[in-house]
């Protein structure tokens, strides 16, 4: 019986060095032999997804910027994104509150109206005037924050995006209200025939939650968040101890 193993990256099939084990790869290769087919999930965008996949994996669907779009190779799968008006909204609500520090994701480069290494590592960006660019849709809009970033703010946002707060408060991450891992993981498994009961999605953080809960199995990582771990059907490992792969390994292969 056909099954699809979801991966999520940062905290989950990444180590803290950003790294795969060789061994976590080899349990991946042994079932994907099987007839199975393996999707990852991330909040990074593709040019960050296909540098931190293993090269020998990069021949699977990436979903990215949580669920807004799913490209394969070259190709885009699925997309959701937001209109220019919701985009400048939210930069509004969001200086409201005093986060002042915004990126703009579009078409795979990083817009940012301040220097983002702080933030995002070494990870290009373009540091523009984000209020008198030029453009039509965004992926997701990204507020940063050195101080926990309050809820109240996703209550306010335009009726057509949904935020989700991560990375201990620092990050709110604001998409399209239709996108989701899950979503996106609902589009792939319908257009090929796997049922969800064969889904295996893996996670460890606030943005895995709806595939954690609506997966077949949902497989908390041992480094989890505990709102994750509690609804998940089991915790594996670690990240850092090949969880992913020892789960495989022990309840899959």
């Known amino acids: 019986m056909e099954k699809i193993v979801v991966l999520d990256l940062d905290g989950t099939l990444?180590?803290?060095?950003?790294?795969?084990?060789?061994y976590t790869i080899d349990i991946l290769l042994k079932f994907k032999e099987k007839n199975n087919k393996i999707l990852f999930a991330t909040a990074r965008p593709p040019r960050d997804a296909y540098k931190y996949v293993p090269e020998i994996l990069r021949n699977n669907p990436i979903i990215c910027y949580n669920g807004a779009c799913i490209f394969d190779g070259k190709q885009i799968l699925y997309k959701k994104q937001?209109?220019?008006?919701?985009t400048l909204e939210i930069m509004k609500i969001a200086q409201k509150f005093r986060y002042n520090q915004i990126s703009i994701e579009i078409d795979d480069?990083?817009?940012?109206?301040f220097d983002t290494i702080e933030f995002?590592?070494?990870?290009?960006n373009q540091v523009v005037d984000l209020e008198e660019m030029e453009f039509e849709k965004a992926y997701k809009v990204i507020i940063c924050s050195k101080i926990p970033i309050k809820q109240e703010l996703l209550e306010i946002l335009p009726t057509t995006c949904k935020g989700i707060i991560t990375?201990?408060?620092?990050?709110?991450?604001?998409?399209?209200?239709?996108?989701?891992k899950w979503m996106s993981i609902k589009s792939i498994i319908e257009k090929i025939g796997v049922k969800t009961e064969n889904v295996i999605a893996f996670g460890d953080d606030y943005n895995d939650f709806d595939m954690i809960k609506n997966a077949g199995i949902g497989v908390a990582m041992g480094n989890a968040e505990e709102s994750i771990k509690k609804i998940a059907s089991i915790v594996t490992d670690t990240n850092n101890n090949d969880g992913v792969a020892k789960y495989i390994e022990k309840n899959v292969l």
């Open 14 to 22: 990444l180590r803290k060095d950003k790294t795969v084990s060789q």
């Open 82 to 86: 937001m209109t220019k008006q919701d």
């Open 120 to 124: 995002f590592g070494n990870s290009p």
């Open 167 to 180: 990375d201990d408060g620092t990050l709110c991450q604001i998409m399209n209200c239709e996108s989701s």
């Open 109 to 113: 480069t990083l817009y940012s109206n």
